[in-house]
């Protein structure tokens, strides 16, 4: 049976790769065998030379100059010398150029890798970069426009209209911070009113609703106290309480964490630091 053009084609390729393989070890051979032989000729001469240096040893001045003569010589001559190929044969030269090549061409392929790959990932960060370029020149544009309309405002107001819209938003924030403090003084009252006196009550509630000769100050007090002592005194928070707190709100206060107790007396508390 006839094999096809396509299989023809493959056993040739097949038949040329092994080829250049049995060449390219031959090549190798032949050239380990010609390195061999120069490191033995080295190694000869090198034995010799120490031999030499051994058997001189009686008069050492002269035999030191004539040795520093003839390493100058030498040198000279090793100077005006051209270096010669181990080989000549070409056949060998191009297997193992041949070889090196080969090798040099997979270690630019590898680096041609990691610098494609390099590059993708410059080519991503450069892209974000973009993006957030443009997103901070929309921004610095917003800005710059919201600035040149409060240097044109600032312009067209003068000094007395200045002062006279700060007076009108601080006397309007005086006015909201008033019916703020307002509705928390309704809403305290009435969600925690103090205990109302009981006379005709048993002897066991009467004790523990309060004393008709102490006057109990509201929890809205309370907390105005707290607040004030924080404000003025921050170094010392802490405010005593007496017979006129009423124990179950101050109880709540504690357990509901808007004030905590001294750590050295029961008596005093203070408002937590909520920040």
Same mark, same amino acid.
């Given at each position: 049976?006839?094999?096809?053009?396509?299989? =023809?084609? %493959?056993?040739?390729?097949?038949?040329?790769?092994?080829?250049?393989?049995?060449?390219?070890?031959t090549a190798k051979t032949v050239l380990?065998? *010609?390195?061999? =032989?120069?490191?033995?000729?080295?190694?000869?001469? =090198?034995?010799?030379?120490?031999?030499?240096?051994?058997?001189?040893?009686?008069?050492?001045?002269?035999?030191?100059?004539?040795?520093?003569?003839?390493?100058?010589?030498?040198?000279?001559?090793?100077? %005006?010398?051209?270096?010669?190929?181990?080989?000549?044969?070409?056949?060998?030269?191009?297997?193992?150029?041949? *070889? *090196? /090549?080969?090798?040099?061409?997979? =270690?630019?392929? !590898?680096?041609?890798?990691?610098?494609?790959?390099?590059?993708?990932?410059? +080519?991503?960060? /450069?892209?974000?970069?973009?993006?957030?370029?443009?997103?901070? &020149? %929309?921004?610095?544009?917003?800005?710059?426009?919201?600035?040149?309309?409060?240097?044109?405002? &600032?312009?067209?107001?003068?000094?007395?209209?200045?002062?006279?819209?700060?007076?009108?938003?601080?006397?309007?924030?005086?006015?909201?911070?008033?019916?703020?403090?307002?509705? /928390?003084?309704?809403?305290?009252? %009435?969600?925690?009113?103090?205990?109302? $006196?009981?006379?005709?009550?048993?002897?066991? +509630?009467?004790?523990?609703?309060?004393?008709?000769?102490?006057?109990?100050?509201?929890?809205?007090?309370?907390?105005?106290?707290?607040?004030?002592?924080?404000?003025?005194? $921050?170094?010392?928070?802490?405010?005593?309480?007496?017979?006129?707190?009423?124990? $179950?709100?101050?109880? !709540?206060?504690?357990?509901?964490?808007?004030?905590?107790?001294?750590?050295?007396?029961? +008596?005093?508390?203070?408002?937590? !630091?909520?920040?």
């Amino acid at each position: 049976m006839t094999p096809t053009p396509s299989k =023809q084609t %493959e056993m040739a390729q097949d038949t040329q790769s092994s080829e250049d393989a049995e060449c390219m070890g031959t090549a190798k051979t032949v050239l380990l065998d *010609e390195c061999e =032989q120069q490191f033995g000729l080295l190694n000869k001469l =090198q034995n010799e030379i120490i031999l030499a240096d051994t058997e001189s040893n009686d008069d050492e001045s002269n035999e030191a100059v004539n040795r520093l003569n003839a390493i100058t010589a030498e040198l000279e001559q090793w100077q %005006e010398m051209e270096p010669k190929l181990l080989l000549t044969n070409p056949d060998v030269l191009l297997s193992v150029g041949k *070889e *090196e /090549l080969q090798r040099l061409n997979s =270690q630019l392929k !590898m680096v041609l890798s990691c610098s494609q790959a390099r590059l993708s990932a410059l +080519k991503g960060m /450069l892209k974000r970069e973009q993006t957030w370029l443009a997103e901070k &020149n %929309e921004v610095l544009s917003a800005v710059s426009e919201r600035v040149t309309t409060l240097q044109h405002e &600032n312009e067209t107001l003068s000094g007395h209209g200045v002062l006279q819209d700060m007076k009108r938003k601080i006397y309007n924030l005086k006015d909201y911070h008033g019916s703020l403090m307002e509705m /928390l003084s309704d809403m305290l009252a %009435e969600h925690f009113p103090l205990p109302a $006196p009981q006379g005709n009550a048993t002897k066991k +509630k009467r004790a523990a609703s309060c004393d008709a000769d102490v006057v109990l100050i509201s929890l809205s007090e309370i907390i105005e106290k707290l607040t004030n002592k924080t404000l003025e005194t $921050p170094h010392d928070p802490y405010v005593t309480t007496d017979d006129t707190f009423w124990q $179950p709100y101050t109880e !709540m206060l504690l357990r509901s964490g808007v004030a905590i107790r001294h750590p050295e007396d029961c +008596k005093k508390i203070r408002l937590e !630091m909520f920040f």
